[in-house]
Structure formats: structure tokens, C-alpha cells
């Protein structure tokens, strides 16, 4: 939806918590709300006004991507005029998680006879569900990280580093007019894939081992995200155990998830598949998360997520299972959530066979 339409979205939920105003400090907030790409700058949202307060670095460039907005010039002071921009005001809403409690104190400082009031994902909601333009841009990204795998497929050898591997993902995407993540891909081989979030390192691949590649890219300002778990040469039994069991698990939730279930119940699709095979303990993370303009967004899909899916958002599906000392597989796509089932936005193969690179 146009800025606008955005704005009011955030003036009724304003309202619905019986708040004088918002105080948006969140960057990816920020955009959103505002379509302002800057590194800088805080949004005051109240029922008849919406200020930018920022400092000089982004006079003109919120002059031309906020034209909705009233600019407030207060230099590096922002603390210093808030209780000016904010006069009138009685309770006023934060972002709890964005605002440090240093923060915070200050502003309370500055602001005697004003009662704050917590916020926790006021507009992060409203952002969950993803308008036309947002997913066009997602699917973009999304088919630019299937061409990025088929790419890594073709290059990837024995003897090449994990960091290598990494590099030649990162400037696949640059050359390809993406933007990469801002820490890069994940690309852990061997004993390094039995940690979910391992970064590459030095590690020089060998034959035989799993090899977990979690990747994805922005397109004007919105993110992808998949993961491919593949072995170079022969896979051994061990390996075809596991990835079928991750495989088994992964097609049980992408065949059951939709719209009106809660996060919980998505989680447990395809927990429960690896819980049978004696695998649940190395299952510990989610199985899932929104994607957009940040890449872990709502709506999640975890043990404790009570909030339901809903139709028009993003979703990763991504089971894994851990296994120290030995490795781990990932396999995960991207999906939008629909009243009765998923879309997929991840087309890249993930049968065994096509796991399987031959070196």
C-alpha cells in the first residue's frame, strides 16, 4: 500500500491503544512507513501529523522520499526537541525493542508530565503481510538466489574454502544487480554444519561431508532466503539417513501450512517427523519466519507462536537436524502463506540425487 495508506494503518492501531502518538525509531520501520532509504532519523506519528526529525545529513533526501511528511531539522539534538515535537502529547508509544533503556531514561528526562508507553510489534505487524509491490520484489530476490544456487553447484569443488565458496556467492548476487545479506551467506561443511548459523571460515571442503549452504539477497530493499544442503561425490548412508529424514519433514509443513494455523502448529509438522525418527533433540531451532524488508520478520513458526498465519505473508520453512561432531542438514524455502496451503518462491531442486555434486 502507498505511504498513506500505511499511515493510517499505523493511526488506527494509534488509536486502538489509546496512544496521543508514536515515536518510530526502528530502521526498517522507518522505511516502511516512510519509503526514506537514509541511515538516520526518527518518525513521530500522531492522528493529524507524521514528522521526520533528523538531522542535516538527510535534509533534502527526506524532502524527496517523505514528501508526507513534516521535515524537523533538529541536527544531532533530537532529544533536545522532543519535547517540543511532542507537545500536547500524554501517552506516547515507543518501540521497546528498538529504544536502549540509556535511551529511554533521557527521554523521560526531557519530557516531565509525559507517560511512555511500551510498544511491541506495532508496525512489524502491520508490515507481515506483504502488499503486490513487496512481493514482487521478494520473488525477484527468490529467483535470483535459485540461479545463485545452480551457479554454486557449478563451481564448488574439493579443496576450495568455505570463505571461497562464500566469496563467489557474494559477488554472483553483486553482479547480478542484488544486493547480498549483510553477513553473507552461510556455507559450513563437514563438523562446521552442525551449527545452524555458522559462518564461513578457512576450512578447506572435502568429498563425502554435508556442505550447508543458507543464502539469499535483497531487491530493492526486500530480502530472499533458502538453504540446500549438498555433498560432494558419493553420499554415504548416514547422510542419505539424515537428508531424507530433513527432506521427509520439510514436504510434510510445505503440504499442511495455511492460513488461520498458528505458528506452533506449523512448527510442529514437521517437528514431529523428526521427533519420530529419534532426531528431536538436534531439531532446536524454528521452523520458520517471516521475510521482507528484514530478513527475520513476522510471523514466526516456533514452539511458543499462538498467533495464526495469515493469508499474503512470508514464510521460510526450514527444518534441520544437528548433529555434533558429524554435521548437519538445512533444507529451506520461501513460501507466501495462502488460505488453503503455500506458494512456493524457492524452486531450486532438493531431491537426494540432486543433492549429490559430482567431483
Known amino acids: 500500500m502507498p505511504v498513506p495508506e500505511r499511515l493510517a ?3 488506527r492501531r494509534i488509536e486502538e491503544e489509546r496512544l496521543d502518538a508514536l515515536v518510530v525509531s526502528s530502521g526498517v520501520n522507518r522505511r516502511y512507513l516512510s519509503g526514506f532509504t537514509g541511515s538516520a532519523g526518527t518518525l ?4 493529524s501529523q507524521a514528522i521526520f526529525a533528523v538531522d542535516s545529513r538527510y535534509y533534502e533526501q527526506v524532502g524527496q522520499q517523505a514528501p508526507q511528511y513534516t521535515l524537523e531539522r533538529v541536527g544531532y539534538d533530537f532529544v533536545g526537541n522532543l519535547a517540543r515535537i511532542l507537545e500536547g502529547a500524554h501517552r506516547v508509544g ?6 536502549t533503556v540509556a535511551e529511554f531514561q533521557v527521554w523521560q528526562e526531557k519530557t516531565p508530565g509525559i507517560e511512555w508507553a511500551p510498544t511491541i510489534g506495532l508496525v512489524e505487524g502491520i508490515r507481515a503481510v506483504k502488499e503486490p509491490g513487496e512481493m514482487a520484489s521478494i520473488r525477484a530476490a527468490a529467483e535470483l538466489t535459485d540461479a545463485a544456487f545452480a551457479f554454486v553447484r557449478g563451481f564448488i569443488r574439493p579443496g576450495m574454502t568455505e570463505k571461497a565458496v562464500g566469496w563467489e556467492l557474494e559477488k554472483f548476487f553483486r553482479e547480478n544487480g542484488a544486493k547480498n545479506w549483510a553477513d ?7 563438523p562446521n554444519s552442525a551449527l545452524p548459523h555458522a559462518r564461513p571460515s578457512e576450512r578447506v571442503i572435502g568429498r563425502g ?7 539469499g539477497c535483497l531487491v530493492d530493499g526486500y530480502h530472499s532466503d533458502m538453504t540446500r544442503t549438498i555433498i560432494l561425490g558419493e553420499a554415504d548412508a548416514k547422510f542419505e539417513e539424515i537428508y531424507s529424514l530433513v527432506l521427509r519433514a520439510e514436504e510434510t509443513a510445505m503440504a499442511q501450512v495455511h492460513a488461520g494455523m498458528s505458528g506452533k502448529a506449523a512448527d510442529a509438522l514437521a517437528r514431529d517427523v523428526i521427533e519420530a525418527a529419534g532426531y528431536g533433540e538436534n531439531f532446536g531451532h524454528s521452523l520458520g519466519h517471516g521475510v521482507g524488508l528484514a530478513i527475520h520478520e513476522l510471523p514466526t513458526a516456533r514452539k511458543t507462536a499462538e498467533e495464526p498465519l495469515g493469508v499474503d505473508m512470508t514464510l521460510t520453512i526450514e527444518p534441520g537436524v544437528y548433529i555434533p561432531g558429524w554435521g548437519g542438514v538445512r533444507i529451506e524455502d520461501l513460501v507466501i502463506i495462502e488460505a488453503d496451503g503455500v506458494q512456493r518462491l524457492s524452486h531450486s531442486p532438493k531431491a537426494l540425487a540432486d543433492m549429490v555434486v559430482p567431483v
Open 184 to 190: 553473507g551467506p552461510i556455507v559450513a561443511s563437514g
Open 94 to 99: 515507543f518501540e521497546a525493542a528498538t529504544v
Open 9 to 11: 494503518a499505523v493511526r
Open 44 to 47: 513521530i506519528i500522531r492522528p
Open 209 to 215: 561431508e554435508p556442505i550447508v549452504i543458507d543464502m
